[in-house]
Nanobody
Framework: QVQLVESGGGLVQAGGSLKLSCGAS????????MGWFRQAPGKEREFVAR????????YYADSVKGRFTISRDNIKKTVYLQMDSLKPEDTAVYYC???????????????WGQGIQVTVSS
C-alpha cells in the first residue's frame, strides 16, 4: 500500500504553466513505476505520462508530448508533472498513480491519489 497526494493544481490561462506534485507516504516509492492520468467531465480516465524506476525512462501521450515533463525524486518520494503551453483541452482532474508494471494502462496502476483540478482558460 502506498498513499499518494497530489498538489499544485489550479487555474491558468492558455499558454501558461503549472507544476503538479505527488507525494508518497510509502517508503517503497522507489520500487514503483509512476504515472499521471487525467479525467475530464463525462470522459474516461486517460494516460498522460509515466516514468520508470531509474528516472530516465519516460513516456508521454501524443496529446501532451513536447509540452509536459514528468520527473521523480525517489529520496523525496515525489513525482512531478511540469505542464507548459497549456491548452483549454488540458482541463481535467489529474491523478498520480503507482504500478509495479511499466504501463500506460490505468488498469495496471494499483494505487491512486485523490486527484487535483487543473483548469485552463482560453
Amino acid at each position: 500500500q502506498v498513499q499518494l497526494v497530489e498538489s499544485g493544481g489550479g487555474l491558468v490561462q492558455a499558454g501558461g504553466s503549472l507544476k503538479l506534485s505527488c507525494g508518497a507516504s510509502d517508503g517503497t516509492f522507489s520500487r514503483y513505476n509512476m504515472g499521471w492520468f487525467r479525467q475530464a467531465p463525462g470522459k474516461e480516465r486517460e494516460f498522460v505520462a509515466r516514468i520508470g524506476l531509474n528516472y530516465s525512462i519516460r513516456y508521454y501521450a501524443d496529446s501532451v508530448k513536447g509540452r509536459f515533463t514528468i520527473s521523480r525524486d525517489n529520496i523525496k518520494k515525489t513525482v512531478y508533472l511540469q505542464m507548459d503551453s497549456l491548452k483549454p483541452e488540458d482541463t481535467a482532474v489529474y491523478y498520480c498513480a503507482a504500478a509495479t508494471y511499466y504501463s500506460s494502462s490505468p488498469n495496471d496502476y494499483r494505487f491512486w491519489g485523490q486527484g487535483i483540478q487543473v483548469t485552463v482558460s482560453s
